[in-house]
């Protein structure tokens, strides 16, 4: 075991984890800490960073701003030093590029020098009273061991795809996240099939349906969900992604929890107004005069297994349209899956499974400050988008992780280095919070009809 105890060690290097690295590096108190990625360099989603497409929060959901709009790593300062702060200014957009939003996680991460990069996980222990964490290099094999008190586990999710698939995954059937690197090929096919209808489905087939004109290949687009739904948006909803709903959210019982969450699907997972207005601008214009688009759209349609065409080339997709039950075949050269991403517990925890509390359907207990709930363990592991079920809708969104973050430092820390200070927002989300604010009472403490005065 190496001699060297650190505070911390973080396991993967996301946004989140890298907004952790950052607030340590400026925090005003020592914070012995290192971040460990099993990849070469950073880069974010780097299969989907396309042409033309924004993150879909504000640039102040950078790494920092929102916990510390002074930290010398938040997205303006990047600006500055790139010396394109003018150049933004009469941009004029709230809404960045994707692909500036990985430069400027690039330039981060290029100046942490806590950051350690080709450091695959593939145990952590607890030896002594604190964590051991085992890594090899993916390249050379070469295996380091790091020891902290505390653990941060912020993998991220992984792409989804349905078991059935699996068998013709490769170079014509791909998830979304590598369409990057197969975009030349589906620009030389005949027919192009993207299944899915979420944010990465819609910039797939916008990106596809823009570039339509100048190639001659059939475009598809077949969705599940009941139809091409566009992500709830608009200022007043916006107020649930503040810290004061995840307070909010994590005080309600498991039921209302579970139940809440099925029906905000399309606060975090639909398609946002500006892909959906291009997809049905390019729809529109190539439809002018005599024009018939090579095009097709179908939701409430299940794709439940794909088959490789071998004499033919291509694959048959059978579908099924779950409202009528109907099913049918469809081929296509390239099918796009865009079928999501998904969390799975990680195999490196499995030395620690028996000291990890779970809820009744097998799901990690995690605690309103984001740490594990353990049975005996001296040190905490804190946990990055990993706690939906939990803390509600906010768990992935950027503009929460430095809150997240700034909770995380706190406790490791253990002193308030940052203030995770509540959002000040027009809407009350607890009956509680509106009594107190507005004068109101409680029906168990108000008269009797006939007693008021």
Avoid at 226 to 247: E, N, S
Avoid at 265 to 290: F, Q
Wanted: aromatic fraction near 10%.
């Amino acid at each position: 075991m190496t001699d060297r105890v650190r505070n911390v060690v973080g396991i993967g290097i996301g946004p989140f984890n890298l907004g952790l690295a950052a607030l340590v590096d400026d925090a005003p108190a020592d914070v012995d800490a290192v971040f460990l990625e099993q990849e070469p360099e950073f880069n974010w989603h780097e299969g989907m960073l396309i042409e033309e497409t924004t993150l879909e929060v504000p640039f102040l959901a950078d790494l920092v701003t929102m916990a510390d709009p002074s930290n010398p790593y938040s997205y303006l300062s990047y600006l500055h030093d790139r010396d394109r702060l003018y150049e933004f200014y009469f941009y004029e957009e709230f809404f960045i590029p994707r692909r500036e939003y990985n430069d400027y996680c690039r330039w981060v991460a290029d100046q942490l020098p806590s950051l350690a990069f080709d450091r695959r996980v593939t145990d952590v222990r607890e030896e002594g009273g604190v964590f051991v964490v085992e890594t090899v290099d993916p390249g050379t094999g070469e295996r380091t061991s790091y020891a902290a008190e505390n653990v941060v586990m912020g993998i991220g999710t992984q792409r989804h795809v349905p078991d059935q698939f699996e068998d013709v995954l490769g170079g014509d059937v791909f998830h979304s996240a590598s369409y990057l690197h197969n975009r030349e090929r589906c620009l030389e096919a005949d027919s192009v099939t993207v299944v899915g209808s979420g944010q990465s489905a819609a910039e797939v087939v916008r990106d596809l349906l823009e570039r339509q004109p100048d190639h001659d290949y059939g475009l598809d687009w077949i969705t599940r969900s009941r139809g091409f739904f566009q992500m709830a948006d608009g200022k007043l909803g916006h107020m649930v992604y503040t810290p004061d709903y995840i307070g909010y959210f994590y005080d309600l019982d498991r039921e209302t929890k579970d139940e809440l969450l099925g029906s905000q699907d399309l606060l975090y997972k639909g398609i946002d107004e500006r892909t959906s207005a291009r997809i049905y601008d390019a729809l529109y214009r190539n439809s002018i005069g005599d024009a018939d688009p090579d095009v097709g759209l179908l939701a409430a349609t299940e794709v439940t297994d794909i088959e490789s065409r071998e004499s033919r080339g291509g694959y048959r997709m059978i579908c099924r349209q779950c409202q009528e039950d109907e099913r049918f075949l469809h081929d296509s050269e390239v099918v796009v899956l865009g079928t999501g991403y998904a969390r799975s517990d990680p195999p490196f925890l499995a030395p620690l499974e028996d000291r990890l509390r779970r809820d009744g359907q097998g799901r990690l207990e995690i605690t309103r400050d984001f740490r594990f709930v353990t049975d005996g363990l001296d040190g905490e592991i804190f946990v990055q988008n990993a706690e939906l079920h939990t803390h509600g809708i906010n768990a992935p969104d950027l503009g929460l992780g430095p809150y997240r973050n700034a909770t995380i430092v706190n406790a490791v820390a253990s002193e308030e280095l940052y203030e995770p200070a509540s959002a000040d927002v027009f809407q009350s989300f607890a009956a509680g919070d509106f009594v107190a604010d507005r004068g109101a009472r409680r029906l168990s403490d108000a008269p009797r009809v006939g007693d008021e005065d």
